[in-house]
Nanobody, 122 residues
């Protein structure tokens, strides 16, 4: 059983910073990439940032210049450092483990966490 648990969300003022963490636990053999998505009320879930095992990073437009993604491959952990937050960043942030294998000979699958709420408001 694989679980992804996010933490670090909360209420922050505009211009503030937060760091989100996500830990994948359970029987894990490998994870190709880990990513952050977010979803605001009434909107579709959107990609924020992703990082592969080799360190290749993908940042979507809202994240460029303000957010940083990093990971610890050995601990199946990914972080999202968010700076200069704006009210439009208010959303539930979800962690995704992409192409995860719990054993070497199984088909890879994607897993999602339950999400952590980020609210940017004065």
């Amino acid at each position: 059983q694989v679980q992804l648990v996010e933490s670090g969300g909360g209420l922050v003022q505009p211009g503030g910073s937060l760091t989100l963490s996500c830990v994948a636990s359970g029987s894990i053999f490998s994870v190709a990439a880990m990513a952050w998505y977010r979803q605001s009320p009434g909107k579709q879930r959107e990609h924020v940032a992703g990082i592969t095992t080799s360190g290749q990073i993908t940042l979507s437009s809202p994240a460029k210049g303000r957010f940083t993604i990093s990971r610890d491959n050995g601990k199946f952990t990914v972080w999202l450092q968010m700076n200069d937050l704006e009210p439009d960043d208010t959303a539930v942030y979800y962690c995704k483990a992409e192409s995860l294998r719990w054993d070497y000979n199984v088909r890879p699958a994607d897993y999602w966490g339950q999400g952590t709420q980020v609210t940017v408001s004065s």
